[in-house]
């Protein structure tokens, strides 16, 4: 079969452009084809392709000079040319498709969840010159379908009862084949019409003029396929509500001391009760590292691909074939699910117990099933070294594969042997084969459920991956293992945050079109519709501290433009290198810092240097300091290990990572001593090129560097792309996510205008989520009562009520602050299970403070919060759920 591509495109000397074969009903297809042109404008090709009618093709056009890719059409949504006629050629009028502004009802979270559209070949015609007509419609609502018509009996004579039937052949795009001998003139005027599911509701009407075609020649057993600009359909924008919540956070009567993957299928049915249409949840991947509760923080995963073992349903799995063992499991179940929190290691090694006596019983069974085959053969590629990880994790007793005697890294030789179920190496390992296999065999199960419910599951993206990991261990050239990843200091933390992750080699990641991001974003897109970028701003720059560091003020941003010596003294600033980068330690600092303990620091701890001091060099970095205090935990050995850390930190600049000539303003420096020691003057200039190099400086750097990265990984899948933009935020940020259309996320008490204390939710933009609090901040009743004037500021400029604020918050005036955040212009309300439960004094914790998540400034936080009532308790609450779906109702979400 030959077909025709043709497109009309303006394009500068030297480029051409090609269209690139995704998929289609045939392997034997080249990938890419060049297209010419006679006129820089109109570019077409023929291909000879083994297709026969019932095939499809799938591409997209892209502008090329030499070897350079300049730019591509939107990959979401490439072109699918379908074969419903029997024709011996085909002609493609295509046109090009760049990412649209209503790019989110593209996405799976609106098609297969809130529009529940469902995708079907086109049926066979047997004309003898066929036209089909293709448009993309993605504003047809839940049950609509598109039909065509216009003037003359082909297309029903404007009765939309005879309109012509479009099939939805792929995502939002409906196909039309029409007799072309039929019609008696050249010319069709016609418009494209919504049809209802039912027969009382009025058809939509396009809301433009009439579109007119002139029909081309179309020669016998031939086929033309024109592309028509989109449907101009009546939008609403649509506007939903859900809930955030860990899955270990679940509760139900029969689960295990933990959420599971089967509490959250309970969960899902709540909230297609209570009218919420999505579901927010925390990273669910495995970070089993030491086997304690320090392997409760859900963003230091060990695998971007595999999924925590904790949240395995038993309920779903065989029983013990001993009612003795079983019995022990299920009464140690019923112990651990009446705790209060999460007791993180009795729940795993129980857990893992119990699995491990099951595979022993049954495992056989499974691995040798059909099933299991298929989803070994096509997860392998991870799965293999994430079994070898855990099994060499914990026959030496640690993850650090760097203390392992043997298998630092992972050869292809090892890798094969662990695949192959004929070797001892296999035998290790399939325990872990079997535990990812249930796994993800009740994720999807969670998944299809929500979707057969109308609601979207969210994921949540880490921004890092723990050092000691499999990513670390079989693809170390991908980052940067001496730095560090965190955040500068914030509301969290006035020390800044170390999260101790690898920063990423980014270079080497571009060399092969970020394959590591993209396979990680498919993964996730077979459990959720929408997913959560965790610290976009790290995909710009990230803040990056060096390995002896325990605190971020050392930091610097990565990459980033430093300064020259030149560059800093024209501010106005003597650049003085000794002094302004060398720790700050003279007699007045030390006698402020360590009052009543002086003569014993200078004693343990400095060197004199000349007139001031200097740390000893075994305790010249903050990681000495804390391995010189391990053990120690009395709160004198800590204020002083503090204020060690805190006069190392003391240094008005920080040294390039790469170049030693280059340097950084410290973050946060005026409030340290060196920055006090400043003349009047000196602080002027200082504070002109500080507010320069944070705010300005690298804009146009970090703009080119996030464009670099996020189009590739945001049209990876089709998953609603939400992000995580708090922070100290570079101006570039907003048009990026504008550009890529990511929703932004907006916390009235986080504002991003700095001009004003809260921000209004009025002013939210459509494209974002609106929420009250984070895992990361104090929910909304704590929020509230923990500082009294900034509440009441609340109560009567935001509330705009009179009189004293009342505390503790009452469930009246919390439902007040929920209703508001409901009826925002916000795509997207999604509010912590806490902060729903706070509505209704009759049902929330009593203590407030138990229901905190996380607190970012303690790096030791043990993540144990569960939900005070079990999911069965939740559903039976009729009043609570009633006060929730007229919330939602009345702010017109749906």
Request: hydrophobic fraction near 35%; charged fraction near 25%.
């Amino acid at each position: 079969m030959n077909i025709d591509f043709n497109l009309s495109y303006t394009t500068k000397y030297g480029e051409i452009l090609v269209v690139n074969i995704t998929g289609s009903s045939s392997k034997s297809l080249d990938s890419q084809y060049v297209l010419s042109t006679s006129d820089g404008f109109n570019w077409s090709c023929r291909i000879d392709v083994p297709l026969s009618q019932g095939d499809f093709i799938e591409y997209y056009y892209s502008v090329v000079c030499g070897d350079d890719v300049l730019r591509t059409e939107w990959l979401v949504a490439p072109h699918r040319l379908d074969l419903p006629a029997k024709a011996d050629y085909y002609s493609v009028s295509d046109y090009w498709i760049d990412m649209p502004e209503d790019a989110y009802l593209y996405s799976s979270a609106f098609t297969d969840a809130v529009a529940g559209h469902k995708i079907t070949d086109c049926m066979p015609v047997d004309f003898s010159r066929t036209l089909c007509i293709k448009v993309r419609a993605p504003q047809l609502c839940k049950g609509e379908r598109l039909a065509l018509v216009g003037d003359g009996s082909v297309l029903g004579g404007w009765d939309t009862r005879r309109a012509v039937p479009m099939t939805e052949h792929s995502v939002n795009e409906w196909m039309a084949c029409l007799d072309a001998a039929a019609f008696t003139c050249r010319d069709m005027e016609f418009k494209f019409v919504a049809l209802p599911s039912d027969n009382e509701t009025a058809p939509k009407w396009e809301s433009c003029f009439n579109r007119t075609l002139h029909l081309p020649e179309i020669p016998p057993c031939s086929a033309a396929v024109i592309s028509v600009h989109q449907a101009v359909m009546p939008v609403y924008p649509w506007r939903g509500a859900g809930t955030v919540i860990p899955v270990f956070s679940l509760r139900s009567e029969g689960s295990f001391g933990v959420g599971d993957f089967g509490d959250l299928k309970m969960l899902v049915d709540w909230a297609a009760e209570t009218h919420q249409s999505i579901i927010q949840v925390l990273p669910i991947n495995d970070t089993t590292i030491n086997h304690t509760w320090q392997d409760s923080y859900p963003y230091n995963s060990i695998s971007i691909f595999a999924l925590h073992p904790q949240y395995t349903d038993l309920r779903q799995l065989p029983a013990l074939e001993s009612p003795e063992r079983q019995k022990y499991y299920d009464d140690l179940a019923k112990e651990l699910n009446a705790l209060p929190r999460i007791d993180y290691e009795r729940v795993n090694d129980a857990k893992t117990g119990f699995l491990k006596e099951l595979f022993e019983e049954k495992g056989s069974e499974t691995v040798s099933s059909a099933e299991f085959k298929a989803f070994f053969e096509s997860n392998k590629d991870w799965l293999v070294p994430y079994a070898a990880f855990c099994y060499y994790r914990d026959l030496y007793g640690t993850a650090n594969f760097n203390d392992w005697p043997d298998h630092r890294s992972l050869s292809e030789k090892e890798r094969e042997s662990f695949a192959d179920p004929s070797t001892d190496m296999y035998s290790n390992a399939v325990f872990w084969y079997y535990v990812q296999f249930n796994l993800d065999r009740q994720m999807r199960a969670a998944h299809n459920h929500a979707l057969q419910k109308g609601v979207v599951l969210k994921g949540d993206i880490p921004i890092g991956i723990s050092r000691e990991s499999v990513e670390a261990w079989v693809d170390p050239k991908y980052f940067n293992l001496n730095g560090q990843a965190g955040a500068p200091p914030d509301a969290f933390s006035t020390d800044g945050q170390n999260w101790g992750f690898p920063t990423y080699n980014w270079d080497e990641m571009m060399k092969d079109g970020c394959s590591w991001w993209v396979r990680r974003f498919r993964k996730m897109a077979e459990y959720f519709d929408a997913y959560r970028i965790d610290h976009v701003l790290g995909f710009f720059r990230i803040w990056e501290i060096p390995v002896n560091a325990i605190h971020g003020l050392l930091g610097q941003f990565s990459p980033s433009q430093g300064m020259t010596r030149e560059e800093i003294e024209s501010y106005g600033l003597q650049f003085r290198e000794e002094l302004f980068t060398r720790p700050f330690i003279t007699e007045w600092v030390l006698d402020r810092m360590f009052p009543g303990r002086t003569a014993e620091v200078k004693e343990l701890y400095l060197n004199r240097r000349g007139d001031n001091y200097e740390m000893k060099p075994e305790y010249d970095t903050q990681r000495k300091v804390e391995a010189a205090f391990k053990g120690k935990t009395d709160e004198r050995d800590i204020w002083l290990r503090n204020g060690l850390y805190a006069l190392i930190s003391d240094v008005l600049f920080v040294r390039d990572h790469k170049n030693d000539s280059l340097f950084h303003p410290r973050i946060a420096v005026q409030f340290d001593y060196i920055y006090e020691s400043l003349w009047d003057s000196d602080k002027a200039a200082f504070n002109r090129l500080y507010n320069d190099y944070f705010y300005r400086r690298n804009d146009d750097f970090w703009y080119r560097e996030a464009m670099k990265k996020l189009p590739k990984l945001t049209q990876a899948t089709r998953m609603l792309v939400c992000a995580e933009d708090l922070g100290m935020v570079p101006g570039c940020v907003a048009p990026v996510m504008n550009e890529l259309r990511i929703l932004s996320l907006e916390i009235q008490s986080m504002p991003k205008d700095p001009s004003v204390r809260f921000g209004h939710l009025s002013r939210n933009p459509y494209r974002s989520v609106c929420t009250i609090s984070t895992h990361d901040m104090a929910t909304l009743r704590q929020w509230w009562d923990e500082d009294a004037a900034r509440a009441q500021d609340f109560f009567n400029t935001m509330l705009h009520r009179s009189g004293s604020a009342p505390h503790p918050l009452p469930g009246w005036l919390a439902g007040e602050i929920v209703s508001r955040h409901l009826s925002c212009p916000s795509m997207l309300c999604l509010l912590s299970l806490q902060d729903w439960l706070s509505i209704d004094e009759s049902i929330r914790l009593a203590d407030a403070d138990a229901e905190r998540i996380n607190i970012p400034a303690n790096p030791r936080h043990y993540w144990r919060y569960r939900m005070h009532l079990t999911l069965e308790q939740l559903m039976a609450a009729d009043g609570f759920n009633e006060n929730i779906t007229s919330l939602i109702k009345n702010s017109g979400r749906e």
